[in-house]
């Protein structure tokens, strides 16, 4: 190798060196500015909300009054409307998962299916609230009621839930299927010992985090009707509602400033059940991983 062969290779190598500390430079800034700005936002939700939380607003109704204002309506909304969207977002899609992965014949029809939960992935939520308003409102006579909110929001979470659970049963390896069928199991056999067990880490956790999605979400319940305003708890699927996000965005469209602070009390309380619902989810990861 003569010195011209070494003076190029040399060039290259530095030219490989510089992209790499400026690629590395580039992606730590991008992470850091997502620290500081979340560190920016919590700390004045903290700030400015930390000083109304107290047993009282977690048990009042809301208030005209800000000093009297509550969330207890919203919280129990909230939980209302998880009860009905879990069940039916989890059963329908972890079952659609199922058959397009296990059941369904690889043809045009099938991928058509696959293409357009995928593109559902990405609409617009307001898109769902204006399904939920023309099909559940309005065509099955359900009104502004939980069961309502609950079939919209399971819509806007369904394909998050069906793409996981698509996801999580392909990461199993083939030998399992082919150990289970090589001892005579059945094809359901496999799929109710075999695939869902193992596939229950990555299936839990997407559902998990399309549910915490679902308790944040706010413009689908606005356009199918659901109040802002309540002083009193739902008593069944069918009576009116109310959700911490619509209290939030009620309380900061009022004029007064002493609102404002309640409203960043509403958050605080909607980020500790975000968390607590994301870490959830976590646990579940690691537990399942370590069995499978």
Do not use: C
């Amino acid at each position: 190798m003569n010195l011209v062969d070494k003076q190029v290779i040399q060039n290259k190598m530095s030219k490989r060196l510089v992209k790499n500390q400026f690629m590395n430079k580039l992606f730590f800034s991008a992470t850091a500015f997502g620290i500081v700005v979340l560190i920016v936002l919590l700390y004045r939700v903290l700030s400015e909300g930390i000083g109304h939380l107290d047993w009282g607003f977690l048990t009042n109704f809301a208030s005209r009054f800000p000093e009297e204002a509550g969330i207890k309506a919203a919280i129990v909304g909230s939980l209302w409307l998880m009860a009905v969207t879990a069940p039916v977002s989890l059963l329908l899609g972890i079952g659609t998962a199922i058959y397009l992965e296990e059941y369904a014949s690889r043809n045009k029809f099938t991928r058509f299916i696959q293409m357009n939960i995928s593109n559902l992935a990405g609409v617009p939520s307001i898109v769902f609230g204006l399904l939920g308003l023309t099909v559940f409102v309005r065509l099955l006579e359900m009104g502004r009621s939980i069961m309502a909110g609950g079939l919209t929001m399971s819509l806007l979470i369904l394909p998050i839930i069906v793409v996981s659970s698509q996801e999580a049963i392909r990461a199993i390896p083939k030998n399992q299927y082919e150990a289970s069928f090589a001892m005579g199991a059945t094809k359901w056999q496999t799929v109710r010992r075999v695939v869902l067990p193992a596939a229950i880490p990555g299936i839990l956790t997407g559902g998990i985090l399309a549910l915490s999605r679902a308790i944040g979400e706010t413009a689908p319940l606005l356009m199918i009707g659901a109040l802002s305003f309540i002083a009193y708890l739902p008593e069944n699927v069918w009576s009116g509602f109310t959700v911490l996000p619509i209290q939030i965005f009620n309380w900061t469209g009022r004029p007064q400033e002493e609102f404002h602070l309640v409203a960043s009390t509403g958050i605080i309380v909607l980020l500790v059940i975000l968390l607590f619902m994301n870490s959830i989810a976590v646990i579940i990861r690691n537990k399942f991983s370590k069995r499978f």
